[in-house]
């Protein structure tokens, strides 16, 4: 099935090929830098334990609603239109005090109103939102045993790490950083050395670049290329190379 929504460095485009790359058992599954979940939810079967985790709190909220709640933030959601007054006063607010499905709500119109899903400025292109909020009750049931934290990479990794457990991390790219909302810049030596001390098994998405070849040099790299979402001059798509890396 598809994610409910759009985000930065979404692998919708990458999932299938991401996914082959799986170990054939595992019994453990954790996403770790969860975002919109694309390779979750492009799974076929779930894992006998499932954990999605995110450090955004305002996301992790949204998943929690959908999952416990959607009939609730579906009502919530049910008169808001596309419209740049809306979206700004969403931006604007101040979450303090708002419910847990109102401050749901506010963070899915957000991303799905915004351009290019960064929930700061707002996008002219045509929004089904009817139909975006219709989808959240497929999406409450593929989570209904799903275990969702929030919580920092080093201690998600530490608490569920065992041998017949597979970790799926895509952190922000090397480089990118600034495109998110954590300051992960500081984070890359850190998370290849919590990664280097695994029980279980990990595939690790990351740009490619050479530091992150030389990071992980160590480990087996599988060079993918997909279509950039930028047009070149000449009007043909660009390539943007991709690294799938993994212990096994």
């Not at 996008?123 to 049931?141: A, F, M, P, V």
């Not at 922000?172 to 890359?188: A, V």
Request: charged share 30%.
């Amino acid at each position: 099935m598809n994610s409910f929504i759009s985000w930065i460095g979404g692998k919708k485009l990458l999932r299938k090929r991401i996914i082959e790359e799986f170990p054939e058992k595992y019994d453990r599954y954790i996403e770790v830098f969860g975002g919109a979940g694309w390779v979750l939810f492009g799974l076929e079967k779930p894992a006998s334990l499932e954990v999605f985790n995110d450090i955004d709190s305002e996301l992790i909220n949204l998943y929690k609603c959908i999952k416990h709640h959607p009939e609730a933030l579906q009502k919530e959601l049910e008169y808001p239109f596309v419209s740049r007054e809306i979206f700004n006063n969403y931006r604007d607010i101040t979450i303090k005090g708002l419910t847990d499905i109102q401050r749901a709500a506010r963070y899915f119109y957000l991303i799905k109103v915004s351009f290019g899903a960064d929930k700061d400025s707002f996008g002219t292109n045509r929004k089904n939102l009817y139909t975006s909020t219709e989808y959240l009750s497929q999406i409450s049931d593929r989570l209904k045993n799903t275990v969702i934290e929030n919580r920092d990479f080093t201690q998600l990794i530490k608490t569920y790490d065992r041998e017949t457990a597979l970790f799926y991390c895509d952190p922000p790219y090397y480089g990118t950083e600034k495109y998110y909302d954590n300051n992960f810049k500081e984070q890359h030596i850190l998370l290849k050395n919590v990664l280097s001390n695994l029980k279980g098994k990990f595939v690790l998405s990351y740009n490619d670049c050479e530091y992150i070849r030389e990071l992980y040099k160590e480990y087996n790299t599988i060079v993918v290329n997909r279509n950039n979402n930028l047009v070149s001059k000449n009007g043909k798509g660009r390539k943007f190379g991709e690294l799938i890396i993994k212990n096994f």
